[in-house]
């Protein structure tokens, strides 16, 4: 079976929301456990998917739009370049271990800090449990792209962004970078485009 069939369709219809920055105290801290499946909550994931649409990224957590719940939305393709897509509130990541365990080390970015790269190794093989935005049981088993998002994401809703995983000079040179580039994106963006000099 191809894992693209794992994808969930996303809600549409959602409105464009600002994205929140590194330093922003809900950034790096655990997030709440999703409990009301509500009208509320069906919102917030679908201004999440027009924001990370709007953004041009492959993934979005809750607090990136300066919500405190556990909850992220994806948009990623995987190794074999299949789109798959979903949300997944309350996620359990499982990554391999041992002999399973493959180090894929690759440029990583974050919307939460636009503009900015740099190399991150994680696991090159993930699976996300949790339930979707209605309540019902989901699991994504991410490769390529896909299992990097996954555990970027779920990491987001720990309070972890990936510059905490990336050694001292790798992310002073990934501030550097995003400053030279923070004029190019408004205080509201993606709401405000990006300039594209």
């Known amino acids: 079976m191809s894992l693209a069939a794992q994808s969930r369709p996303l809600p549409e219809g959602g409105k464009v929301r600002p994205i929140t920055r590194w330093g922003t105290p809900v950034m790096h801290h655990e997030l709440t456990e999703v409990t009301e499946f509500d009208d509320e909550l069906a919102t917030l994931v679908a201004d999440m998917v027009a924001t990370m649409h709007a953004a041009e990224g492959v993934g979005l957590a809750a607090n990136q739009v300066g919500v405190d719940l556990k909850v992220f939305v994806f948009d990623c393709p995987d190794a074999d370049h299949e789109r798959v897509t979903g949300v997944v509130c309350n ?52 490769t390529g792209l896909l299992a990097r998002c996954l ?29 030279a580039l923070a004029e190019d994106y408004p205080d509201d963006w993606p709401v405000t485009p990006a300039r594209d000099d």
């Open 91 to 142: 996620p359990v990541l499982t990554l391999p271990e041992g002999k399973d365990r493959k180090l894929d080390a690759a440029d990583e970015g974050c919307l939460s800090l636009p503009g900015a790269f740099t190399e991150c190794a994680r696991p090159d093989y993930a699976v996300v449990r949790g339930v979707d935005h209605h309540g019902e049981p989901v699991e994504f088993v991410g």
């Open 151 to 179: 555990q970027h994401e779920t990491d987001h809703l720990f309070g972890t962004v990936f510059g905490d995983r990336v050694p001292d000079r790798a992310r002073k040179k990934l501030y550097k970078q995003h400053q």
